[in-house]
């Protein structure tokens, strides 16, 4: 059974740092691409980044270029969402996505319950 | 960047009435177009990809179409579960892009 479970959100001040964990089970880790997605309080969701299988190729929405950083352990099956300089913006609940194939055409065919980021001082 | 607008932005039915949601592109998305469930509280749920392929363990009830610009999602007969919302989204280019979703909600 494929499993992602996200942690490491909370309240943080504008400016401020926060790391998301994304720790994944039931699947071959490095085989898939991954990504971030993310939505405001009674608002849509949004895109964040994605990461390919190595973790040698990373890409990012505009919102969060420069300030965001997408990683992942392939030998603890763990994704990272570093978050610097955090904006008020930001505040969202964050779901890492499994990516349902190894190419980047591919949908999201599973999600983690999300974790919530609150930027705010 | 690719924009997904979809329509309507609230969709009132009753159950087993049929639902038909739109999903227009800014240009074409190929056929690299999903359409994801939404209940609150609750991460989203792929129902359809590549524009018309239902999801594993999605019922047939739901079925989508489309390619290039125009997509549709269609709900043949409304069950009570099937109220809640809907987004299409693109994965052709880079960023990726959602719609701003389509509540579905109970007449």
């Known amino acids: 059974e494929v499993q992602l479970l996200e942690s490491g959100g909370g309240l943080v001040q504008p400016g401020g740092s926060l790391r998301l964990s994304c720790a994944a089970s039931g699947f071959s880790f490095s085989s898939y691409v991954m990504s971030w997605v993310r939505q405001a309080p009674g608002r849509g969701l949004e895109w964040v980044s994605d990461i390919s299988g190595s973790g040698g190729s990373t890409y990012y929405a505009d919102s969060v270029k420069g300030r965001f950083t997408f990683s992942r352990d392939n030998s603890k099956n763990t994704l990272y969402l570093q978050m610097n300089s955090l904006r008020a913006e930001d505040t969202a609940v964050y779901y890492c996505?499994?990516?349902?194939?190894?190419?980047?055409?591919?949908?999201?065919?599973?999600w983690g319950q999300g974790t919530l980021v609150t930027v705010s001082s | 960047e690719i924009v997904l607008t979809q329509s309507p932005a609230t969709l009132s039915l009753s159950p087993g009435e049929r639902a038909t949601l739109s999903c227009r592109a800014s240009q074409s998305a190929s056929s690299y177009l999903a359409w994801y469930q939404q209940k609150p509280g609750q991460a989203p749920r792929l129902l359809i990809y590549d524009a018309s392929n239902r999801a594993t363990g999605i019922p047939a009830r739901f079925s989508g179409s489309g390619s290039g610009t125009d997509f549709t999602l269609t709900i043949s007969s409304l069950e009570p579960e099937d109220f809640a919302v809907y987004y299409c989204q693109q994965r052709s280019n880079w960023p990726i892009t959602f719609g701003q979703g389509t509540r579905l909600e109970i007449k």
């Open positions: 996505a499994k990516v349902s194939g190894g190419s980047y055409y591919f949908p999201f065919d599973y």
